[in-house]
T-cell receptor, first 116, second 113 residues
Framework: GESVGLHLPTLSVQEGDNSIINCAYS??????FIWYKQESGKGPQFIID?????DKRQGQRVTVLLNKTVKHLSLQIAATQPGDSAVYFC???????????????FGSGTQLTVLP | ETGVTQTPRHLVMGMTNKKSLKCEQH?????MYWYKQSAKKPLELMFV???????ENNSVPSRFSPECPNSSHLFLHLHTLQPEDSALYLC????????????FGPGTRLTVL
């Protein structure tokens, strides 16, 4: 299944399926991006990051894709498990000299629910 | 779990109270952050400290006062808060204040009556 940022804040997938969570970022010159996972009652947990000079990066069961042309970031989770149920946030870092240059700006998140 | 601890985990206070939130990181990081997380809203950066010096203050009301006595500890002093300040307050740290992973604490759930 897929979700698109604020327009689809929830995503439900069957256990074992692949999940795709999308994020539209705001600044075409942002140079660094992170995906976080936040489980209920816990703080955000780092999943994977990517710099703007890359278009793909893989981790364990997760892949982040960056499309700078359309300012789009996606997180792919392979073989989704019940423990993957959480809210997923993307964050971007504005380039130096623009506003909060060293800080991350977060999206509002997507709730992923894994169905048995 | 992440090496960042926050106390208390839950806090209920009246609008005339004064309280403080505490954050401690055991990771040897040089940058620490306070974020506010309200329901259905993105994380809002409040304060950033790098090497114990405040480098960012995102127009936060003066009823929130941060303190960073050393690189391992960060406080958020609260006074005369409003009900709309009720939220989850998250502390984070990173190796440096730049394009790198931030490690978050579990947060303090604050309720202002």
């Amino acid at each position: 299944g897929e979700s698109v940022g604020l327009h689809l804040p929830t995503l439900s997938v069957q256990e074992g399926d692949n999940s795709i969570i999308n994020c539209a970022y705001s600044n075409s010159a942002s140079d660094y991006f992170i995906w976080y996972k936040q489980e209920s009652g816990k703080g955000p947990q780092f999943i994977i990051d990517i710099r703007s000079n890359m278009d793909k990066r893989q981790g364990q069961r997760v892949t982040v894709l960056l499309n700078k042309t359309v300012k789009h970031l996606s997180l792919q989770i392979a073989a989704t498990q019940p423990g993957d149920s959480a809210v997923y946030f993307c964050a971007e870092r504005f380039p130096p000299g623009e506003g909060s240059a060293r800080q991350l700006t977060f999206g509002s998140g997507t709730q992923l629910t894994v169905l048995p | 779990e992440t090496g960042v601890t926050q106390t208390p985990r839950h806090l209920v206070m009246g609008m005339t109270n004064k309280k403080s939130l505490k954050c401690e990181q055991h990771l040897g990081h040089n940058a620490m952050y306070w974020y506010k997380q309200s329901a259905k809203k993105p994380l809002e950066l409040m304060f950033v400290y790098s090497l114990e010096e405040r480098v960012e203050n995102n127009s936060v009301p003066s009823r929130f006062s941060p303190e960073c006595p050393n690189s391992s500890h960060l406080f958020l002093h609260l006074h005369t808060l409003q009900p709309e300040d009720s939220a989850l307050y998250l502390c984070a740290s990173s190796l440096f204040a730049g394009p790198t992973e931030q490690f978050f604490g579990p947060g303090t759930r604050l309720t202002v009556l």
